[in-house]
């Protein structure tokens, strides 16, 4: 199969689905209006439709539907997906509070984490060798026998949840979230396409890598400046969600970090320790990020 053929069919399955998805956030209220809806972190003027993550979701659902195989582990990223998408539609429509965003992330972390996105081991930074995770196994009854490799799914699962939200924390500039998640995604396609000499079943998540880099640059047209349509907290998180678990299946975790992720890390850090220096909430949003 020709790898580049996913991608093209994401970025003009996104790119043909986003005037349908803006018209429909237009006549049912997700939209964004400054003068009555105050958020700190408000760039643009005018009212701009909300619901992005929607017609993220549909190009890469389409698409994942048509070239890569329907394994357990890419349902648990569609259901997880589909998840995010749906709270981000709630967002839209009317803001969701961030203790419950959390919440629902936190679910859908737990969600493709159950469903098989462990990380068995890691690659030590200092001195090239290997640590290993999943030494610790929990097995339990319930259904059928199941298994839980306790810090393989535990780190997984912290991983998730941060680049999550790093992810959505740079999005604040027209064109600045689906430019670097396009980017990214194709760095860990190409490194996962390393790995399918020795693994041939690595190939589908170097096409889902693929796919995921064409919807967010189908998208980019409609959210490039001066922007038609917004993510919304659906396409922001969607798009941390995806990353984090690319950079799982395609063994780019750290690389990807201090490579592609390096500036949204750094802006989370500095978030995160600003807001708690002056006693704030780290989850409540403000105009104090990098790209501010």
């Known amino acids: ?13 996104t790119f043909t689905i986003t005037p349908l998805v803006i018209r429909l956030a237009r006549r049912f209220g997700f939209v964004d209006d400054p003068k009555t809806r ?16 929607l017609a993220l979701f549909l190009g890469l659902a389409l698409s994942v539907f048509l070239f890569v195989p329907l394994t357990k582990l890419v349902l648990g990223v569609l259901l997880g997906s589909a998840v995010l998408t749906l709270v981000g539609l709630a967002d839209d429509k009317k803001d969701v509070s961030p203790y419950v965003r959390l919440g629902i992330n936190i679910v859908a972390a737990l969600v493709v984490v159950g469903f098989g996105a462990g990380i068995p081991y890691i690659t030590n930074p200092l001195t090239g060798g290997t640590i290993h995770l999943d030494g610790w196994r929990i097995s339990f009854e319930l ?21 999550m939200n790093i992810v959505g924390w740079s999005a604040g500039v027209d064109g600045q979230m689906p430019g670097f998640v396009a980017i990214s995604a194709l760095v860990l396609g190409i490194l996962s396409l390393r790995f399918t000499i020795y693994d041939p079943t690595q190939l589908g998540v170097t096409i889902l890598a693929f796919i995921v880099a064409g919807a967010f640059a189908g998208f980019l047209p409609w959210n490039f400046y001066p922007q038609k349509i917004m993510p919304g907290y659906g396409g922001k998180t969607l798009a941390g969600f995806l990353l984090a678990i690319l950079g799982i299946l395609s063994y780019g975790k750290m690389g990807t970090a201090i490579l592609v992720l390096g ?13 708690l220096g ?12 990098l790209h501010h």
């Not at 199969?1 to 399955?13: E, G, K, R, S």
């Not at 026998?145 to 680049?163: E, G, K, P, Q, Y």
């Not at 002056?278 to 990020?289: E, L, M, N, Q, Y």
Request: a positive charge.
């Open 263 to 275: 500036v949204p890390t750094i802006d989370a850090a500095y978030t995160l320790l600003r807001r």
């Open 143 to 163: 259904f059928g026998r199941h298994s839980i490799l306790v810090w393989s799914d535990l780190v997984a699962f912290v991983w998730i949840l941060w680049t």
């Open 278 to 289: 002056t006693k704030r909430s780290p989850v409540w949003a403000d105009r104090g990020h």
């Open 1 to 13: 199969m020709n790898i580049l053929l996913p991608a093209l069919v994401a970025a003009l399955a």
């Open 38 to 53: 105050y958020h700190p972190a408000h760039t643009h003027k005018g009212i701009i439709p909300r619901a992005g993550g």
